[in-house]
C-alpha cells in the first residue's frame, strides 16, 4: 500500500527535511516529491519502504533529522542513509 500524500508530507516535517533533502535520499528529482505531496505521483515500493524506515527513526531517535541533514552536506547520501536506518533499526546503546 502506498502512503498517501499526507503521510508523505508528515514523515518529511517529522525529520525537518526540505523536500530537496528528502528527494536526495530517495535518489529522485526534488520535483518529484512535491508531485507526491500534491497527490500527482506515487512512489515505488522500494520509495515507500525507505520513508517508513525514516519514519522509524524519528521515532526511536529525537533530531535524526538535524543529523542527517547535516550529514547531507558533509558526508553524503549514504552516509546519511547509513544515520537513518541505523537509528530505525540499529542496535540500542
Known sequence: MTPSKEQIIEIRRKLDFTQVQLAQ???VHPLTVSKWERGELKPT???HAMMESFRAASTK???IGEAVAGLLMTAGVAFAIFALLDAAYGKKK
Open 25 to 27: 535520499l530517495l535518489g
Open 61 to 63: 531517535q529525537e533530531n
Open 45 to 47: 515500493a522500494h520509495q
